[in-house]
C-alpha cells in the first residue's frame, strides 16, 4: 500500500501531495500540485474509496473533484442558498460508501 498526504495551501491557493515521510512529490523538475485553469480557494479536503480528491473551493463556492494524480474530473454545486447549492463551503467528508 502507498500512503502518501494531501495538504491544502490556502495562503497559496494549492493543493500538495508528499510521501508519508514529508517529501514533496515531484515528477521530473515538476512538483505535482492539483491544478485547474480557474482559481481555486481550498480550506477543505477529502478522497473517496477509488483515492479521487474532493476539495472545498471556499471562495468560489463549489466542491471541485480531481483524480489522485491532480487531472480536474468536475465542480460540484455553485453559489445559492437552495438545497443543491453551496455557500463558501469550508470543509467536505465523505462516508464508507462514498457519499458526499
Known amino acids: 500500500m502507498i500512503l502518501f498526504i494531501i495538504s491544502v495551501d490556502t495562503g497559496n491557493n494549492r493543493i500538495q501531495k508528499f510521501t508519508s515521510y514529508g517529501t514533496l512529490l515531484q515528477s ?35 466542491i471541485q473533484k480531481f483524480t ?18 453551496f455557500n463558501l463551503p469550508i470543509d467536505i467528508d465523505i462516508d464508507t460508501k462514498d457519499i458526499l
Do not use: W
Open 28 to 62: 521530473g523538475e515538476n512538483k505535482v500540485r492539483i491544478k485547474v485553469s480557474l482559481s481555486i480557494s481550498p480550506s477543505g479536503i477529502a478522497t473517496d474509496a477509488s483515492n479521487n480528491v474532493y476539495v472545498a473551493d471556499t471562495e468560489n463556492d463549489r
Open 68 to 85: 489522485s494524480g491532480g487531472k480536474y474530473l468536475l465542480s460540484i454545486c455553485e453559489f445559492g442558498n437552495g438545497k443543491e447549492n
